[in-house]
């Protein structure tokens, strides 16, 4: 592959994978690294799908060893039993627990977790005020969260992501398909990632190295 500098700090994350810090992300991980520093008990990270907020929730649980919470567990446990031993939780897709009714659940788990001085990260793709929620104390409580949204990715940091998911599947592309690509594709996070699997598997199919005219086609059908 071709060689292509990058001014990227990296933040390596739960999986040994590394966070490619760009403008459109840093102040999500600046305020995941003044954990546990954080002037209200939750930190909300908002950002469209496949934007990182899992990939930054990795990297929080890396610094503070919080548990994962899952619907599940307030289904199956209460509050108090989730947060004992604890010193932070993670609570990724808020909008699962919102579909589940557990709106009582997180109100308790709030309250426990400003008793006990224990942090909360969650991650939506949009800010607490935009949350269909039923529960006037709960809304109350998380619209004073500290909200860190990930913004849209600029050219450069485009062009990381692809170069970076080229990269993982050990292919090899040209500036020349970068340059082609950028122009043309979705310029989202989540189209990033529909875009190279396509493109890898109509190249695997067809045996075909990656070229300007084999991304052509598949962007004409996407």
């Known amino acids: 592959m071709t060689q292509i500098p990058f001014d990227f700090a990296h933040r390596p994350a739960l999986n040994g994978e590394d966070f ?5 992300n840093e102040e999500a991980v600046k305020w995941v690294e003044l954990w546990p520093n954080w002037p209200q008990p939750v930190l909300v ?3 469209p799908k496949g934007a990182g907020k899992s990939h930054l929730a990795n990297v929080f649980l890396a610094q503070s060893r919080a548990f994962v919470l899952t619907p599940e567990h307030l ?23 919102l579909d589940a009714g557990l709106e009582e659940d997180l109100l308790h788990l709030y309250n426990l977790a400003v008793e006990d001085q224990k942090k909360i990260l969650i991650t939506a793709e949009a800010a607490p005020a935009r949350w ?4 006037k104390d709960l809304s109350s409580r998380l619209n004073t969260a500290t909200v860190a949204e990930i913004m849209p990715p600029d050219d450069a940091l485009l062009t990381a992501l692809i170069v970076k998911q080229f990269s993982d599947l050990q292919v090899n592309v ?8 950028l122009l043309r594709m979705d310029r989202s996070f989540q189209g990033v990632g529909e875009l190279i699997r396509a493109i890898d ?3 695997l199919a067809e045996k075909r190295a990656i070229t300007k005219p084999l991304v052509r086609r598949v962007l004409e059908h996407s």
Request: hydrophobic content about 50%; aromatic content about 4%; charged content about 15%.
């Open 20 to 24: 490619l810090v760009a403008p459109s």
């Open 174 to 181: 040209s500036q020349e398909v970068l340059a082609y690509m």
């Open 75 to 97: 289904q199956s446990s209460d509050a108090d039993a989730v947060l004992a031993g604890q010193t932070a939780v993670v609570v990724e897709d808020v909008q699962d627990f």
């Open 201 to 203: 598997t109509l190249s």
């Open 45 to 47: 990270i908002v950002g």
């Open 132 to 135: 269909a929620i039923t529960l």
